[in-house]
């Protein structure tokens, strides 16, 4: 299998080295690459060959399997590939923030007002992973956003409801949930399973898994779960996302979000 993914590497090699010769220059001007245009059976004979066919918990133990070998990042890290992973398609010079939508410079990276900031989406209290190098440092579900808005977000589960806020770019919360925008809702749930699949309590970290509550506090899960599929299936992978997640597999962890490549997954496991 290890010599099958290394071959599969080897063919993107010339968009993992623009990217990492992107990260040299400055994060101004930092480029990411053109990701390949791929589809989902692109890697069913190679990287997911071990879970095709499979369901339940067969599958989701394949896919544990086969996305725990990646390549972990520092915390410090993450500011830098999240400038070529979340670059806004119309500027270069900006990142698009997960929740508000909007663009702001790769430069106003930082803990201040007008800032944008590293978002656990599986927020890092549940599951007390903090930002040490593992679960707290996995840019599949890490995204740039605005320091007040993730302090809006905190570390509230996900369902539908609430009231708007200040720069929330349609996104919603009351006093015990978060609803993102709607062009986002699909890549948070499916981020929340990539999260309960490749974390399940056999590395040194809590076994993260999502239920049915808003109340879970700083226990490991996070829901709703029927909220959760609702959104995966109303909103469906599109081409920011996709290339996102190439990025990640070619330049930095790879390893794939499993649900971006096959949202019906979903539905199998869950």
């Known amino acids: 299998m290890l010599a099958i993914r290394t ?7 010339l968009a993992t080295a623009a990217v990492l010769a ?14 390949t245009t791929t589809t989902a059976s692109d890697y069913d004979s190679t990287y997911y060959e071990d879970a ?46 997960l929740y508000s939508g909007i663009s702001r410079s790769k430069s106003l990276n ?13 927020a890092k209290s549940h599951g007390d992973f903090g930002t040490a190098t593992g679960p707290g440092t996995d ?18 589960d996900f369902d539908n409801g609430g009231s708007g806020f200040t720069d929330s770019g349609g996104s919603l919360t009351d006093s015990d949930s978060f609803e993102p925008r709607d062009a986002v809702k699909g890549d948070v749930a499916r981020m929340i399973f990539y999260m309960a699949v490749r974390y399940e309590g056999g590395d040194g970290w809590a ?18 779960l029927d909220v959760l599929k609702q959104w995966n299936a109303e909103d469906p992978p599109d081409a920011f996302e996709e ?10 962890q790879h390893n794939r979000n499993p649900f971006i490549d ?9």
Do not use: C, F, M
């Open 22 to 35: 992107a990260l040299a220059a400055p994060s101004l001007t930092a480029t990411p690459a053109t990701a």
């Open 7 to 13: 071959r599969r590497r080897k063919v993107t090699a």
């Open 110 to 122: 930082g803990g201040d007002t007008g800032d944008w900031n590293r978002e656990h989406v599986w």
């Open 207 to 224: 076994d993260l898994e999502v239920n049915g509550s808003v109340d879970n506090g700083s226990s490991p899960y996070i829901g709703r």
């Open 243 to 252: 290339r996102r997640n190439q990025i990640i597999y070619d330049a930095y």
């Open 52 to 97: 095709v066919g499979k369901t339940g918990d067969s599958l989701k133990s394949a896919l544990h399997t086969i996305i725990s070998d990646q390549t972990k990042l520092s915390y410090s890290a993450v500011w830098d590939a999240l400038k070529v992973t979340d670059q806004d398609p119309a500027d270069s010079g900006n990142v698009v923030l």
């Open 262 to 270: 096959h949202p019906e997954w979903v539905e199998a496991i869950w």
């Open 139 to 156: 840019i599949h579900h890490l995204r740039p956003e605005d320091v007040r808005v993730n302090g809006v977000r905190g570390n509230k």
